[in-house]
């Protein structure tokens, strides 16, 4: 039943970008799973079936989560493939590594595993894709003395991501690296220990540009603001505009709140303070002129999610700032969290995100019971679904492109 050709993958193989088929087709070459592997989605694809197993209980020895038992259903036909287990690694923040360390995983993963790997997805972690039960035990050792640990799988807190923040971006509000890397270590116990109604995420965007996409893909997102006002350099606006640069248009026509004003004969931008929403769409546009206040910290939200129980959801905010600058300021953080998981813990269904807990049960049962305080900043909408996608027909008829200008 295997097949030995493979025309609907090898169509994956053509155009500019680069192919994860012909990935696996290099890997096969070394790989008795990675080889059976290209057979088996060509049979996915031809017959439009998955025929992966979910789930089972696999894992080392004092661990919860960190690997995830993959079986194929149609294991006569693919006996290299019968078990092919994910094993999640906890990744370093904002992912910067030294090819000594990325070649010491590679090395790893093909003396026991496919040898494929899958870095960095929605998840962040790194992602060894395939290797059979006798050797997670072995390769979680080889990784222990390698300096790693295993990732968040199952229902605990999943490995902790964030943005590459100060390390290499000049928005950033707070240290998502040290921020990110000190919480998790906190809370390993929650990671590799799953306790939970389901799954929890906590991501640490620097600013509202939210680069991890935080506000829709983690139950608690961390996202740097600042609390003063944003900073205006009067010089670099004139090089703005001297260079010909449209700051009406581009700039104070697409601020949300209509916080700013240039005038074209002074050459001068303004603020209005207390209407900024520090959505970032100014300093983005003009990064030499505008910056971020001097003030600042993260505002902390709840509940976002994508579809399982409800739809998906984007979250509350619960803190509007939090100052995130030194050890000690994490600690209201992590006490915060402690409190949200056992509200959860306490209250929510199998399979039900802190989210749909609080949808369920009530905003005001929720801050009553954690001891949260109730603020104005805590909106209900918008929180509609996240994934919004645009054709070109309704482009069409709106007559504008993505970026407002006409078509
Ligand atoms: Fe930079 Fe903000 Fe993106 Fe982080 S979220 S990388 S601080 S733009």
């Known amino acids: 039943m295997t097949e030995k ?31 059976e592997l290209l057979p088996l989605l060509e049979r996915s694809y031809r017959e439009r079936i998955g025929h992966w197993k979910h789930g089972g209980i696999v894992g080392v020895r004092g661990y919860g989560g960190g690997v995830i038992g993959r079986y194929v259903d149609v294991p006569e036909d693919y006996p290299n493939l019968a078990e092919f287990h994910t094993v999640r690694l906890l990744q370093p923040s904002g992912w910067f590594y030294n090819t000594k360390t990325l ?37 979680f050792d080889e990784f222990s003395e390698a300096g790693f640990d295993l990732g968040g799988s199952g229902s605990c807190l999943r490995t902790t991501n964030c943005c590459v923040g100060p390390g290499r971006c000049e928005h950033a509000c707070y240290d998502t ?7 998790t270590n906190e809370f390993m116990d929650e990671l590799h220990r799953p306790m939970w ?18 506000i829709a893909r983690s139950d608690c997102s961390v996202i740097g603001t600042w609390r003063d006002t944003l900073i205006i350099d009067p010089v670099a606006v004139k090089e703005y505009a001297a260079n010909g640069y449209p700051i009406k248009s581009q700039v104070c026509d697409k601020c949300p709140t209509s916080c700013l004003t240039y005038n074209k004969e002074t050459q001068e931008l303004t603020i209005v303070g207390e209407e900024c929403s520090r959505c970032m769409h100014c300093i983005n546009m003009m990064p030499k002129a505008i910056h971020p206040g001097k003030e600042k ?69 929720f801050l009553r019971e954690t001891g949260i305080p109730p603020v104005p900043q805590m909106v209900f909408r918008p929180r509609a679904n996240p994934y919004v996608f645009w054709n070109q027909d309704e482009l069409d008829k709106s007559g504008t492109m993505l970026d407002g200008s006409a078509l």
């Open 177 to 183: 690296l040290d921020a990110c890397y000190n919480i």
């Open 103 to 139: 070649r010491t995983v590679c090395d790893i993963w093909e003396k026991h595993g496919s040898g494929l790997t899958n870095m960095h997805g929605s998840t962040g972690d790194i992602i060894l894709l395939g290797c059979k039960t006798n050797e997670i035990q072995p390769i």
């Open 297 to 365: 910290g993260a505002t902390i939200l709840i509940g976002g999610k994508s579809t399982i129980v409800q739809s998906a959801f984007m979250s509350w905010v619960v803190v509007p700032f939090m100052k995130l600058e030194s050890e000690d300021d994490y600690e209201p953080f992590k006490e915060l969290m402690r409190g949200i998981w056992e509200w959860w813990d306490e209250n929510g269904k199998t399979r039900e995100r802190i989210g749909e807990t609080i949808y369920r049960l009530g905003m005001g049962k």
């Open 197 to 214: 109604p389901y799954k929890s995420k906590i991501k640490f965007s620097g600013c509202a540009n939210d680069c991890t996409s935080s």
């Open 5 to 35: 050709k493979t025309p609907l993958l090898d169509e994956l193989e053509k155009g500019k970008w680069p192919s994860f088929v012909t990935e696996i087709k290099r890997a096969a070459v070394r790989s008795a799973s990675a080889a």
